[in-house]
């Protein structure tokens, strides 16, 4: 998977009400997810959002009821600390051009910049 996308960015079918994502760079990765800055180019400004794709876990039941239910509580919640997400959908494995992207859930969520929690924690 890349690291960093083209001009525009890598378009994913995962679209708001105002068009289409596009990946721009892959900003975080853990065990079983990758997390990308993503693009919506609306006129007269753009929209930066979190794209979180969670590859699915097979041969582990337990883990992936563990994503599914974490993912189910995060939609419920409405918190000026929480980020919303505004939209999620399970994709099958496709290929774009020169790039693979996996089978999972992918969602998009508002774009926190400044660091992470375990960044807050540490200072």
Known sequence: MPST???QG???LLSLPNGPLYLRQQIGS?????????LLPTKPTST???VKIVKTITGNPVEAKKVDREFRIHQTLR???VLEIVAAERRE????GEDEWPEGLYIAMQLA????LFDMIGE
């Not at 853990?30 to 993503?38: E, I, K, L």
């Not at 494995?93 to 774009?96: F, I, S």
Request: aromatic fraction near 14%; charged fraction near 25%.
């Open 5 to 7: 996308a083209p001009e």
């Open 10 to 12: 890598h378009p994913i």
């Open 113 to 116: 910049t400044g660091g992470d």
């Open 48 to 50: 930066f959002y979190a």
């Open 30 to 38: 853990g065990g079983t997810s990758t997390v990308w800055r993503a």
């Open 93 to 96: 494995r496709e290929k774009m």
């Open 79 to 81: 918190h000026e600390f």
